[in-house]
């Protein structure tokens, strides 16, 4: 593993914990709770690789990825984690499965192919669009 990729891991994981903390005051819950932020990153996180300009920008900083590098350093450090939540030695035990999908309506466009090709390397999902929304 690169000194590059172990300090994205790290990096993403600290925004991944500052996102969870902002975004767990944001619902002021004030008895029991669950939410996942890391869900939300992720799925928050393919929308920002199909996005440029300002909506990238807005999407960078309310997932807190101002200090990585670039969106492939972050995607490699998602992909890293990804396959390490999948991975766990003792599946008897727990285990994690993060399935990751997006799509576009009927008629509403096509993805790029380099963004539904970034969705399957980084994020093992699919980008696809639906032959109907019933």
Not at 26 to 55: E, R, V
Not at 70 to 81: D, Q
Request: glycine letters at 6%; charged letters at 15%.
């Amino acid at each position: 593993m690169s000194s590059v990729l172990v300090n994205n891991e790290a990096g993403y994981a600290a925004a991944v914990n500052a996102f969870a903390d902002a975004l767990w005051v944001s619902q002021n819950i004030t008895g029991n709770g669950f939410i996942s932020p890391l869900s939300i990153n992720l799925a928050m996180l393919l929308t920002a690789n199909g996005t440029a300009n300002t909506t990238l920008q807005e999407i960078v900083t309310s997932l807190r990825l101002e200090g990585l590098q670039n969106m492939e350093n972050v995607n490699i450090a998602a992909e890293s984690l990804i396959r390490k939540l999948n991975s766990l030695a003792d599946r008897s035990a727990s285990f994690v499965r993060i399935a990751n999908s997006i799509w576009i309506a009927p008629g509403a466009g096509n993805f790029k192919p380099d963004y539904a090709q970034r969705v399957a390397s980084r994020f093992s999902g699919i980008a696809e669009q639906l032959t109907s929304i019933d």
